[in-house]
C-alpha cells in the first residue's frame, strides 16, 4: 500500500481546513487526516489494507484500515467489530446509530479508551474504519482528535481492488 492522494482538489481542501498530514488508503478508497501529534510508527502492512500511528510517547494509537464487507452486510460487520471488542476485554459503553453507511462507538479496558468509526467505501464492497485508543486520564485531550477524525474519514477514489 502506498500514501496517494485520492482526490488531490478534496485532500488539498481537508487539508488546508485543518493543517494537518492526510493518510490515503488506495486499496480500500479511502482518506482521513492524521491528528496532531501522530506520527507513522508501524510499517504499512504488505497487504496494503491499512496503518497504524502513534504518538510520540506512545501513550495513544490510531488504526486506519479498510477490509472487505462480507456479502453486502455493513450492519453485520459492525456487530462484528463491536464483539471482537469484548471479546477482548472492552466493555462497550457508547454505540452511535448505526446506518447503512456508517457506525460509531467507543468503549473502556481499564484505564483505557477507544474510539472507533466505520464508513462505506468502494460502492458498498467494502469498509473503512478509524479506531482510536488512548489513557482515559486524557479523554479531554482527545475529544479533539475524535471530532477531527470523525469529519475528514471519508471515501475516496481508491483502487477497490
Known sequence: ???????????????????????????FGFFAELPPGFTVADPEPENGDGRIFHTAD?????????GWTMD???VGEVAQDKAYETDDGWTITYQGTVTKSSA??????GDRI??????????GD????????????????????IKLL???????????G
Open 1 to 27: 500500500m502506498r500514501q496517494i492522494s485520492l482526490v488531490l482538489a478534496v485532500l488539498a481542501g481537508a487539508g488546508a481546513a485543518h493543517g494537518g498530514e492526510i493518510y490515503g488508503n488506495a486499496r
Open 58 to 66: 506512545r501513550s495513544a494509537d490510531l488504526v486506519l484500515s479498510g
Open 72 to 74: 453486502g452486510d455493513f
Open 104 to 109: 460509531s462507538y467507543s468503549g473502556t479496558k
Open 114 to 123: 477507544f474510539y472507533a468509526r466505520i464508513i462505506i467505501t468502494c460502492g
Open 126 to 145: 467494502a469498509h473503512a474504519a478509524y479506531r482510536l485508543e488512548y489513557p482515559a486520564a486524557r479523554k479531554t485531550e482527545f475529544d479533539a482528535a
Open 150 to 160: 470523525n469529519s475528514t474519514l471519508k471515501p475516496g477514489e481508491g483502487s477497490c
